[in-house]
């Protein structure tokens, strides 16, 4: 059936580089997305969203791209901290839903 | 914080038996959904509440059931616990149609 899916288990990377974590999605009534974080021991915690009229958006050391073509979004995570440690999950929505659809999440871990 | 709390934080449960979780929404929130999440994987929507009746649910049997009561908090109530119901239960809270949903901490129920 319809789903969304991580690339990436888990994702290590030094402190200060950027990150990217990808997700790919199936359904291609899929009109809004988001991103979240979620630490250990709590609950999912809102990143950044996008709608399917848009490629790009950007927040304070995030930005989202979203590829319609290939059914492709992606989490850029810029100068990446220690307390960016976290799984990180896409969700989406589809047209008329305020129910979003959860991936698997990818884990990233940031080294000193 | 989000604001939204949800109570036990852990809980341990004998198969067969029942459990109740609760949620306290955001303040000025009228929008409850529950969402199942197991260990690695990404949360699984349960139901929404929206003004006390039911707006949505998911794939998950009659067992798992629930309210949402005039000051918009909620309960979820499964019976009949299996083994596989052990999970971290969580419940996010958001204004009507409004696409952001604020996450409680989760109620982490094992099943014994």
């Known amino acids: 059936g319809e789903s969304v899916g991580l690339h990436l288990p888990t994702l290590s990377v030094q402190e200060g580089d950027n990150s990217i974590i990808n997700c790919a999605y199936s359904?291609?009534?899929?009109?809004?997305f988001i991103w979240y974080k979620q630490e250990s021991g709590k609950g999912p915690q809102f990143i950044i969203d996008?709608?399917?009229?848009?490629d790009k958006r950007q927040g304070q050391r995030v930005t989202v791209l979203l590829n319609k073509t290939v059914k492709h979004l992606s989490l850029q995570i810029a100068a990446t901290q220690p307390g960016d440690s976290a799984v990180y999950f896409c969700?989406?929505?589809?047209?008329?839903?305020?129910?979003?659809?959860f991936g698997r999440g990818t884990s990233l871990i940031v080294h000193p | 914080e989000t604001g939204v709390t949800q109570s036990p934080t852990h809980l341990i449960k004998t198969r067969g038996q029942q459990v109740t979780l609760r949620c306290s929404s955001q303040?000025?929130?009228?929008?409850v959904s529950w969402y199942q999440q197991a260990l690695g994987q990404g949360p699984q929507f349960i139901f929404q509440?929206?003004?006390?009746?039911?707006?949505g649910r998911g794939n998950f049997p009659p067992r798992f059931s629930g309210l949402q009561f005039p000051n918009y908090s909620s309960e979820l109530n499964v019976n009949a616990l299996e083994l596989d119901d052990s999970a971290l239960y969580l419940c996010?809270?958001?204004?009507?149609?409004?696409?952001?949903?604020?996450f409680g901490q989760g109620t982490r129920l094992t099943v014994v």
């Open positions: 303040s000025g929130h009228n929008t």
């Open positions: 509440y929206y003004r006390e009746e039911e707006n």
């Open positions: 359904n291609s009534a899929s009109d809004y």
């Open positions: 969700a989406e929505n589809t047209r008329g839903s305020y129910i979003p659809t």
């Open positions: 996008i709608r399917s009229n848009m």
């Open positions: 996010a809270s958001s204004l009507g149609g409004a696409t952001e949903a604020f």
